[in-house]
């Protein structure tokens, strides 16, 4: 088998599935052919190979490409072709892996369901009725279906972790600052991570491998030594002490999904660990808390699509401020421009106080949560998600359940804890994701316990 072989059988199986599944936005099969000859050449010379060597991948269309259209689901950008490639993406292309193409996604990454995308709906491998989950909507489902080997995602607030559960497949949010952002459009820059979604734990274990460290080209990226993932997994769990906070076990949390992840505690703790109920007391503050921090990131971050610097220009201004507004009014759909009015409500003088400034006092609050837990516990396991995916277009007029959906995956995302998703269970024929929280940097622990599970 070579290379093009590999590249070769996930075209043909995108062009199989894909028209009904949605995954893709855009395909470079021209460009992924040329690499798979390539690195056939490498290969054939007998030269060293790159730790994903020949692996077909997908990359969410907010990672940018050089070269290679990256829209963000957006209408605002669907000319914008970055001249340089995201650091995540050169380490690919390091590691030898083949890029296919960009994925759908919510626009800009604000959603969880592949609705506000501005170009399609992305659909559930298992269930077409069903939403994938988002905002890496496309990541997920191309992974579920077999159309590329892996795929990366960014998680704000979950949109790893989420459509990994909703479509059966392992999802990492790696701690914040362990993957360089460089590249990644910025939706909330002090939550924003990229990572992996990929089939297995081992998998993913490879492709954190290949994409972590610490970058100068991102002021944020930690300098922190990045350990050997693939020697964590060992299989081995005996005397690991995990918590389970009763937070994420309560109210709202459907019964079935509860008892999948109950299963899967008596799984680890036949394998020789043991559990025990924690408290993260601040849980219920963390929604309005994200929400506010998040779109107040967002409100600024998004100000350079303005027609001018960024995004398409609208045709019909006069003026200098025309341009401004209807580039603005044209080129975002409903779901972003309501985060950008939230933020820059939240961030005016008069208001900062009693929104954002409390909100950052809460994210305090529910990272010492996480620190008080860890004093205790090795690990933290809860669901990813309060039920499996729901049908498509159930929640679009209801963005308050909605961002309800992410009660269990913002406070992590807000505590800038790695969490990895990975599959315990059916739900109605629909699969379920089970949350392994480690402590900042220990993306090591999480991995070897969802590998022992697995
Ligand atoms: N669903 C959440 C939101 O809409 C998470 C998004 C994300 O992680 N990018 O903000």
Known sequence: ??????????LKRIRAVDGKIGAFLNIDEEGAKETAKKLQEKLDKGEKR?????LPAALKDNIVTEGIVTTCASKHLENYQPIYDATVVQKLKEAESVVLGKCNMDEFAMGGSSETSAYKITRNPWNEEHVP??????????VAAGEVYFALGTDTGGSIRQPASYCGVVGLKPTYGRVSRFGAVAFASSLDQIGPITKNVEDAAYVLQSIAGYDPMDSTSANVEVPNYLSALTGDVKGLRIGVPKEYLGEGIDPAVKDAVMNALKVLEGLGATWEEIALPHTEYAIASY???ASSEASSNLARFDGIRYGVRSANASSLLEVYEKSRSEGFGPEVKRRIMLGTYALSSGYYDAYYLKAQKV???IKQDFDRAFEQVDVIIGPTTPTPAFKIGELIDDPLTMYLN???TVPVSLA???AISVPCGMVNGLPVGMQVIGKAFDEATILRVAHAFE
């Open 416 to 418: 800038g804890m790695p």
């Open 406 to 408: 992410d009660v269990c």
């Open 1 to 10: 088998i070579t290379v093009s072989d590999l590249v070769d059988a996930s």
């Open 363 to 365: 994210r305090t609050l």
């Open 50 to 54: 790159g730790l994903l060597f020949g």
């Open 291 to 293: 929400y506010i921090i």
């Open 133 to 142: 989950g988002g905002s890496s909507s496309g990541s997920a489902a191309a």
